[in-house]
């Protein structure tokens, strides 16, 4: 559909499910789970054991409705490019489930309610991290590098490192360098996490002019870029140990999952080289594999003995 026509019409009459299948859509709920991820096992760090239950219900809740916010507020902005690409073109803006007001004003809604909700239920420093969140996917990644720089993904990936500080900062009003340090894990993750999906659909993004490395680079390039981010990874991810007084099982998991992590990331760069079928996503998902395992234990260790 071309999308100054999709702007002049209405979205069509949907039944409530529909509609609502397609709200929840802008949100874009599989990027939430990154959120579910680091959150939670961090906040259980923060408090040595096992925080309140309510407190981690109601971070979760306005951490979920922040993040909401900033993807709706991104397919907004990148509805002309979604309309183009085969990876987006199913989302709601472009199909015209939703019109473009309806998306901003839900957009808007939820930033305010996110906040709101962590003000009243949490502290005014996870709050602020969140509207902080917001503002740094909209303005930073979307409005400004998302469009003009191969840098894009390693600047903008600091929106997803977030989660981490307002779990610690709702647990204990305060940073130090733990969460910091956990916010390092996840910024350095994002590029080795990203680029493999950005090889995937490199025609996709080179259609709209988007410069994501994948299409100003060769994939032997990426491929070296993608070991160095993930090596920095999993170094950043040790120094969590002498740091947080982290023990056994989470020293166990950084090393075996992060040297699985690295082994994958070289891999895929030997194929590369070699010019032969390159399998970019076997990275992307096994680096969603690896947060996992090493969040988890960030979460389990505090409750161990050893």
């Excluded at 040595?48 to 971070?59: C, E």
């Excluded at 472009?94 to 930033?111: D, I, N, S, Y």
């Excluded at 602020?128 to 469009?147: E, H, N, Q």
């Excluded at 981490?164 to 956990?182: C, E, F, Q, R």
Aim: net charge positive.
């Amino acid at each position: 559909m071309d999308v100054a026509v999709a702007e002049r019409v209405s979205s069509p009459k949907l039944g409530f499910r529909r509609k609502a299948k397609a709200y929840i859509a802008l949100t874009k709920p599989r990027v939430m789970e990154l959120l579910l991820v680091t959150t939670i096992p961090v906040m259980i760090l923060a408090k040595a054991g096992l925080p309140d239950w309510w407190l981690v219900i109601a971070t979760v809740i306005g951490g979920s409705l922040s993040a909401g916010s900033a993807a709706a507020f991104n397919c907004y902005i990148d509805r002309d490019i979604d309309a183009v690409m085969d990876r987006t073109k199913k989302r709601p803006l472009v199909t015209g489930e939703l019109t473009p007001r309806e998306a901003l004003v839900f957009a808007w809604t939820l930033g305010v309610v996110s906040t709101v909700w962590l003000l009243a239920t949490t502290n005014w420093l996870a709050a602020a991290l969140s509207v902080g969140a917001i503002l740094f996917y909209v303005f930073v990644y979307t409005l400004w590098l998302k469009r003009r720089t191969q840098q894009n993904i390693i600047w903008g990936g600091i929106a997803g490192c977030f989660p981490v500080v307002i779990g610690w900062a709702a647990v204990t009003g305060s940073l130090s360098w733990a969460p910091i340090i956990l916010f390092a894990v996840v910024f350095l993750w994002t590029p080795p996490h990203y680029w493999p999906l950005s090889m995937k659909y490199r025609s996709d993004y080179q259609a709209v002019g988007v410069p994501m490395l994948a299409v100003v680079r060769g994939r032997a390039q990426v491929g070296l870029q993608v070991i160095l981010y993930a090596w920095a990874t999993v170094v950043c991810s040790l120094l969590l140990i002498p740091v947080a007084d982290m023990g056994l099982l989470y020293s166990a998991v950084a090393l075996l999952s992060g040297g699985w992590f690295v082994y994958e990331t070289h891999r895929l760069y030997n194929l590369a080289i070699r010019h032969e079928h390159v399998s970019p996503m076997r990275v992307f998902h096994g680096s969603i594999t690896y947060l996992t395992l090493l969040f988890l234990a960030v979460g389990i260790d505090p409750l161990l003995p050893f």
